[in-house]
């Protein structure tokens, strides 16, 4: 980057002394929390001599220089979906809906992983990544993958004590009673990967999931639920038993289709990062289209 053609909105700042990135940059940027300064590396709007990096861990030495880009400056080798965060062994996504997680027999290569992969291979050849979870092909929002085999090792074995809370927004069909309310159940797989609640015993689950009613109109609400299981399509068959199918999940009986997908959106997860020990949450808003449904 030629420092002396930037725009005058990119602030520059000369490193004094050894240290690294983050830290620096928590010094130097007034008025922006830790988490704001975690987004500009995620969203690669930093740069040390004119490199855009992401590492927070980056080291940096006296006369290095370090820009805050602006925001609407072009961001080197771009996802097509947003990045939400991005370290040495985690990287998180916004998966857009009709997006498969993960390859199946019919598709191979236009998958979130997929992209990821490329993106990271894009900086550093060898570079790859892990599955950690997986969304629906039309379910979007918030997605993560590890970047070492080390860390996807921590989260499968230690999955409940690592994440803390999956959060998601869905429209419903019709308005449940109560407002407020768990439900707990045994999932069995069909022999047509359908799922339905069952008797405990060989082959169920247990599926536990909590929503609230956050907003309703037109025949439809809008539910914020949690999970405290990770089950195959659980929240679409409790939302199905509950007598309100998710709007537009022809699978799990729903009648309408009122945006031509599947209303479900995975909108926060929040987990303890494996090497910092720090809490941390990430958020994906709810599809503008989601809005529609309530007019």
């Known amino acids: 980057m030629d420092y002396s053609k930037i725009r005058r909105d990119t602030a520059v700042y000369t490193v004094d002394k050894p240290s690294t990135l983050l830290p620096f940059l928590l010094e130097q940027v007034k008025g922006k929390s830790r988490n704001n300064v975690k987004s500009l590396l995620s969203r690669r709007l930093v740069a040390v001599d004119g490199v855009p990096v992401s590492q927070f861990d980056t080291p940096l030495a006296p006369g290095q ?33 009709k997006l498969l997680s993960v390859a199946n027999e019919k598709e191979k290569v236009r998958t979130a992983y997929h992209m990821v992969t490329d993106y990271v291979k894009s900086r550093k050849v060898g570079d790859r990544i892990f599955v950690l979870h997986r ?9 993560m993958f590890a970047r070492d085999a080390e860390t ?25 009673r109560p407002e407020r309310d768990t439900i707990r159940s045994w999932l069995v797989e069909t ?3 359908l799922s339905f609640s069952g008797a405990p015993g060989k082959g169920a689950r247990e599926a536990v999931t909590s ?23 659980q929240i679409r068959v409790h939302m199905k ?12 009986d729903a009648r309408t289709n009122p945006i031509g997908r599947l209303c479900l959106h995975a909108s926060e997860l929040s987990f303890i990062h494996p090497a910092t020990g ?10 503008r289209d989601f809005n529609r449904v309530f007019r």
């Open 65 to 97: 220089q370090v820009a805050i880009l602006p925001s609407s400056a072009p961001r080197a080798d771009a996802l097509p979906f947003p990045l939400l965060y991005e370290d040495e062994h985690l990287i998180v996504v916004n998966k857009p809906a």
């Open 135 to 143: 969304l629906d092909r039309d379910t979007s929002g918030v997605l």
């Open 152 to 176: 996807k090792e921590l989260f499968q074995s230690r999955w409940n004590e690592v994440i803390t809370r999956r959060g998601y927004l869905a429209v419903v069909e019709g308005v449940p």
């Open 191 to 193: 022999g047509t990967h």
């Open 211 to 233: 929503y609230e009613v956050k907003k309703t109109g037109g025949g439809y609400a809008l539910l914020d639920i949690s999970i405290e299981t990770g089950r195959k399509n």
């Open 241 to 252: 038993e509950l007598g309100h199918p998710v709007a537009g999940d022809k699978q799990y």
């Open 278 to 287: 720090e809490q941390i949450t990430f958020k994906a808003k709810m599809p």
